[in-house]
């Protein structure tokens, strides 16, 4: 290639990476980033770029190894530009009748390759001036109309790497590790496994608010969207749950949403079912002692005749919170399929501004349940996006 096409390639690269894994390269891809980027190239093109070539490029993209080149074919250029650009889905035979010019590679280096013209001193200072008042007009009208547009962000993780630099690199940092079971992170493939350790994110009369391997990361927007799903997490003991936590801060003082799958026998001494139960808590941290529930939706009653059934129907389970501004819409799906629809459970206006969201897994401050493993397989959040 020459240097104009080797500009393009890296470029084009980047974008790719970025679109597939949701934030911008930093590093050479591992084995295991590299087959899951040549799956979703396929997927969304019907092509085919090798695990071990895309691999190869990452290594020549972050910086060649002892000058080593790459010199990828058009064809795959065009592959990387066709995911990129979102082509239609297609084949290699079908590319080869209709589409040999490879034209979504040369579509997205057109880009870099527009002569600059050179006008007149005073045309371009006329020019100038146009494009710093279009510029003041924006800000001013962005700060007095729209105070509430955020900066976008869309970012998907599906726990296929889980080092800690890796997840570091990702936006995500652990809080209260517990180093036996956050050890244990990675215990199944392409899952992140959090356990039902002791502690809750608000206090009782002897404990303190805690919540081990609580796995964060930063927000900065008053309207976003997030989403959990878990394998197979079943609770079946007081209190154990998992869930989605959204934080004012770490330390618990602030204010914070709860919401979680949780496992319930207890109605203060007066018999009742055992019961799997959808539940979201507000707590106003330190200025408050007690929390609010303000969803309790009865999912299963349990029984011996049944428990199979409710392990088939928690196969998959997945919550989302879809917050705008003040106004909260909680949801949820479970199902023995991955692509069980969402049911709305709760939609009310809430005072609170989260500036960290949490995945996490707990049992309370009880002794007599038992620790069991909560399996995230799929996190999304996407921010800005505000509507009145």
């Known amino acids: 290639m020459n240097d104009l096409d080797t500009s393009v390639f890296i470029a084009l690269f980047k ?3 970025e679109k597939c894994f949701g934030h911008p390269l930093t590093g050479r891809l591992t084995e295991t980033e590299s087959r899951l980027f040549s799956e979703k190239i396929l997927d969304q093109t019907g092509l085919v770029i ?3 070539s895309i691999k190869n490029y990452s290594l020549f993209v972050h910086g060649p190894v002892n000058g080593k080149e790459e010199n990828p074919s058009v064809a795959t250029l065009d592959t990387f ?3 990129l650009l979102e082509a239609p889905y297609t084949d290699e035979v079908l590319r080869k009748n209709k589409e040999s010019h490879y034209p979504y590679w040369f579509r997205y280096r057109q880009q870099f390759q527009q002569p600059a013209k050179k006008l007149p001193r005073r045309k371009r200072r006329a020019i100038i001036l146009v494009m710093v008042a279009l510029v003041a007009s924006v800000v001013t009208a962005s700060i007095l109309f729209d105070p509430a547009k955020e900066h976008k962000e869309d970012i998907t993780d599906d726990f296929h790497e889980l080092q800690e630099d890796s997840l570091s690199s990702r936006g995500w940092f652990v809080r209260a590790k517990d180093a036996d079971h956050w050890n244990r992170r990675n215990e199944r493939p392409g899952h992140l496994t959090l356990f039902t350790l002791k502690g809750d994110n608000w206090p009782d009369s002897v404990n303190r608010p805690n919540i081990k391997d609580l796995l964060l990361r930063k927000n900065n927007a008053d309207c976003f969207v997030t989403e959990i799903h878990l394998s197979e997490f079943v609770p079946l003991q007081n209190w154990q749950q998992a869930g989605i936590l959204l934080l004012e801060d770490t330390s618990f003082a602030g204010k914070s949403l709860r919401l979680s799958l949780v496992y319930n026998d207890f109605y203060g001494g ?5 019961e799997i139960i959808i539940q979201a808590i507000i707590s106003g941290g330190k200025i408050s002692d007690k929390p609010e529930e303000i969803v309790h939706q009865l ?11 409710v392990r088939q129907n928690l196969l998959h389970f997945a919550l989302r919170i879809e917050k705008n501004g003040r106004s909260l819409r909680l949801l949820f799906a479970n199902g023995s399929m991955p692509n069980s629809a969402f049911r709305e459970i709760l939609r009310r206006d809430i005072d609170l501004k989260p500036a960290y969201i949490g995945l996490f897994a707990l049992k309370g401050f009880v002794d007599t349940s038992t620790i069991i493993p909560a399996r995230f397989d799929f996190f999304r959040y996407t ?3 505000c509507t009145r």
Request: charged share 30%; hydrophobic share 35%; no cysteine.
């Open 299 to 309: 999912l299963f009653k349990i029984d011996s005749a049944n428990e199979e059934l």
């Open 50 to 52: 090798g695990a071990k």
């Open 383 to 385: 921010s800005g996006g």
């Open 270 to 274: 007066f018999p009742r079912s055992r």
């Open 15 to 17: 974008k790719a990476y």
């Open 81 to 83: 530009a066709r995911f």
